[in-house]
């Protein structure tokens, strides 16, 4: 089950990362609420999958609960991440970049915004530590079987 939660995890990032990038082509604007949503229905069955893989599943309960967390956590950091850097590298900047080149009517996402003022540095530094330190702490509880 695992693997199948990573695996729509992907998916979803790979379909995000295509319908952004043909709408950047096109100069079309991306309304980020809405499509946040969305991503965020799509991204339920990879939760469902690796919460239900987990060894530590047990329905309602507290392992259940911070498994829950951890995955959810893990998740948006690492989409965050992921998407970020390859739909840069996809429109030609460097991975890391924060800039904004939009069309007018065009507008950054509430969280590119943030990351903007917060700076690439303590941006990424976040997005990869946030990252790494999840998918340990998931990793480590699948190995222990314990609650994160």
């Not at 693997?3 to 995890?9: N, Q």
């Not at 952004?20 to 809405?34: A, I, M, Q, S, T």
């Not at 429109?91 to 890391?96: A, E, I, L, V, Y």
Request: glycine share 8%; hydrophobic share 55%; proline share 4%.
């Amino acid at each position: 089950m695992i693997g199948w939660g990573v695996i729509s995890f992907f998916l979803v990032l790979a379909g995000k990362l295509f319908i952004d990038y043909r709408k950047f082509l096109r100069r079309e604007p991306v309304n980020h609420k809405k499509e946040w949503l969305v991503c965020a229905a799509l991204s339920i069955p990879s939760v469902v999958l690796l919460v239900v893989g987990h060894p530590a599943y047990s329905g309602v309960s507290w392992p259940t609960f911070w498994i829950t967390i951890c995955v959810v956590l893990l998740e948006m950091v690492l989409f965050w991440f992921l998407f970020d850097g390859i739909y840069n590298v996809l429109r030609g900047q460097k991975w890391n970049f924060l800039g904004s080149f939009n069309d007018p009517g065009h507008e950054d996402s509430d969280l590119d915004k943030v990351a903007q003022i917060m700076g690439a540095e303590l941006s990424q530094f976040i997005k990869i530590v946030g990252s790494a330190v999840l998918i340990i702490v998931y990793v480590l509880s699948l190995i222990k079987n314990i609650q994160p």
